[in-house]
């Protein structure tokens, strides 16, 4: 069942719109807000609520690569994996996260602390290498040791 | 946006200590003025005229006349209705960042811009649409669109004028193709970002079958500094002898000293943007080649630096202005790497909608890697080719694939010796020298 809030919260995306149909991408960025990901279970209220097939409402979320249909970790990582960041230590940057996490893009940590996925250039490219961790966007880490200091503020 | 005379009307204005302009700082600096010029004085085909004469071109890439696109999107007595304006704010290209720029530093700008388009097509709303991760626009547009409406630049009877324009903001959700114009109106109708067919064209028929005008973010930005200021003021604005009016904001990453952007005469030469600005290549580092404006313009050669940086010159050494933010190749640096980073996003980000697309883009990453790996054949040189011919041009609904094809053709082009040497020697010399 969709919560009170998320209800409030879709109705608030789908006013400057014609129908709520219209604004599924917006409705679904508010129940992956309140739950972190968006389940088959989720998928279908919401899209009773907005007079949609749950396969109809599937193919969009599923296009959308920030739509998570599995569950991620309390914090996701996206790293950048763009051009201007790969010539300046993307490389070694994914290499000494996948070893300190232990997991490789898809993965999460055992205890569910951190999902590591690629994403693509992320439009900082003059502090590369980057990467974003909840909406926070982290640039120059080069060396990768510098990203130990910023995983400690993410419990 | 001083009067006349400044050279940087996009970024002179900015504050030193990066937090976006409030609206009252952006009407010190001459903001909305231009607005009010454009609703109290001019008519719609005035506004339109007067782009027109600036010889102001697309931003986002292609280059196309901005008031050349405007003039096709029909008068109310031809089509009746709602009509929209969007901004496209999607920049997922990767290398490209000056969108964000000027998001982040001036939003009322970027609005103006949209107000003014808007009464030159005849529309009553609009959208921005950004890419979700840009939240540190989203805050400022949210807080600009808020301010703009109290102040009654937007919303009902703007200014007295009796004209109505409403905009709104749109974060996305990820994937490059929602910045293709029509993927980008498929996902604001709540659908898969998969592009329409051509024609008919968005002015005709975009968002929700209406007339729709999709400009980029600098693009619209441009506009209120013309009407302010005047065409002719806004070609003079560029580097003598360019065909491209104003100026454009320029950016250089990679291996360079100062990895930045600035605002620059347009038609500024490649060589001076990469060693005066950008400082030049940084220590032990030599350049190989760069991609001038994104990862979907083919490569240049040093050779190549001494062109203008603007539409039609770039196009004379076989590449392309893009969105003028440059991405260099250092000597440290295995070209097949690069290559292979850049087809991996392409392949990623297909739609899946075409054939040589879909089928074709894999099979490059696949070979590629091969030939990274040390279990290449030479003969897949060739194959890469033909394979960037079938990507091009003409055999696909969009421009991803033929943007994937640009660096991938120049690329093995360029690099073929590179390439030989990873088959020949059965892997990466630059992997070889760095391991232990
Ligand atoms: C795959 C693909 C992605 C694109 N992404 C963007 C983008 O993020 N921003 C943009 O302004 N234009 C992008 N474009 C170009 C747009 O389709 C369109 O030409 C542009 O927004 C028009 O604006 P302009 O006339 O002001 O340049 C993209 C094109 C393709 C084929
Ligand atoms: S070229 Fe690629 S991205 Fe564009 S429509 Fe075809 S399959 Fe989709
Ligand atoms: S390539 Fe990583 S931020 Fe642009």
């Known amino acids: ?155 | 946006m001083k009067n006349g005379g400044n050279e940087k009307p996009l970024t002179g204005d900015f504050r030193a200590d990066g937090m976006p302009l409030g609206i009252r700082e952006y009407e010190k600096a001459g903001g909305y003025l231009a607005l009010r010029r454009a609703m109290k004085e001019m008519s719609p085909s005035e506004v339109t005229e007067e782009v027109k004469a600036s010889r102001l071109r697309g931003r986002g890439g292609a280059g196309f006349p901005t008031g050349l696109k405007w003039s096709f999107v029909p008068t109310d007595r031809k089509n009746p209705g709602p009509k929209y304006i969007m901004a496209n704010a999607d920049e997922m290209e990767p290398g490209s960042f000056k969108d964000r720029i000027l998001m982040e530093h001036n939003p009322h700008m970027l609005i103006e811009g949209m107000l003014i388009a808007a009464h030159a097509i005849g529309a009553g709303h609009g959208f921005i649409f950004l890419r979700m991760e840009y939240w540190r626009s989203a805050r400022a547009i949210e807080r600009a669109l808020a301010e703009a409406r109290e102040k009654n630049y937007m919303g009902e009877n703007i200014l007295g004028t009796g004209f109505n324009v409403d905009l709104h903001l749109h974060t996305s959700a990820g994937r490059y193709m929602c910045g293709e114009e029509t993927g980008l109106l498929n996902a604001m109708e709540g659908k898969r970002a998969m592009p329409r067919a051509k024609p008919p064209y968005p002015q005709t028929s975009g968002f929700m079958g209406r007339p729709t005008v999709v400009n980029n973010v600098e693009t619209l930005c441009s506009v209120p500094q013309i009407i302010r200021n005047g065409a002719e003021w806004y070609r003079g604005l560029s580097v003598n002898g360019s065909q491209d009016g104003g100026t454009k904001i320029y950016g250089v990453s990679g291996k360079v000293k100062r990895p930045g952007a600035w605002e620059l005469p347009m038609g500024t030469m490649a060589r001076e943007i990469l060693e005066e600005h950008a400082g030049g290549m940084r220590e032990g580092h030599r350049l190989r080649a760069l991609i001038p404006g994104g990862a979907s313009t083919p490569f240049m050669l040093e050779e190549h630096l001494d062109v203008r940086m603007d539409f039609d010159s770039v196009q004379s050494v076989g590449s392309r202005m893009g969105t003028g933010t440059m991405i260099i190749l250092d000597d440290g640096t295995c070209p097949v790497g690069m290559l292979i980073s850049l087809q991996v996003f392409y392949a990623r980000e297909s739609c899946g909608w075409c054939t040589p697309c879909r089928e074709g883009l894999p099979w490059v990453v696949h070979a590629l890697k091969a030939i990274e790996a040390g279990e290449g054949r030479m003969e897949d040189i060739d194959l890469l080719l033909e394979q960037a011919r079938l990507l091009g041009p003409g055999n696909t609904f969009c421009g991803l694939a033929p943007g994937a094809a640009e660096p991938l053709g120049s690329g093995v082009r360029y690099f073929r010796d590179d390439l030989e040497r990873h088959i020949r020697e059965k892997g990466c010399p630059w992997k070889k020298t760095k391991s232990p």
């Not at chain 1, 739950?35 to 907005?50: K, N």
């Not at chain 1, 490789?104 to 992320?122: E, H, N, Q, S, Y």
């Open chain 1, 1 to 155: 069942m969709l919560s009170e809030a998320e209800i409030r919260e879709i109705e608030g995306e789908a006013k400057p719109y014609a129908s709520r149909k219209v604004a599924c991408i917006g409705a679904l960025k508010v129940v992956q807000k309140h739950r972190g990901w968006v389940s088959d279970e989720a998928l279908r209220d919401l899209a009773d609520h907005l007079g949609m097939t749950p396969d109809e409402l599937d193919g969009v979320a599923t296009f959308y690569s920030l739509i998570y249909r599995r569950p991620v970790g309390r914090h996701v990582i996206l790293v950048c994996d763009g051009l201007s960041c790969y010539n300046v230590g993307y490389e070694d940057l994914l290499g000494y996260l996948s070893k300190r996490l232990g997991i490789g893009f898809g993965g999460t940590t055992a205890d569910g602390r951190f999902t590591l996925l690629p994403v693509a250039c992320i439009g900082v490219c003059e502090s590369a290498p980057a990467l974003i961790i909840d909406e926070d966007v982290h640039g120059r880490l080069e060396p990768p040791e510098k990203v130990e200091e910023i995983l400690k503020r993410y419990e």
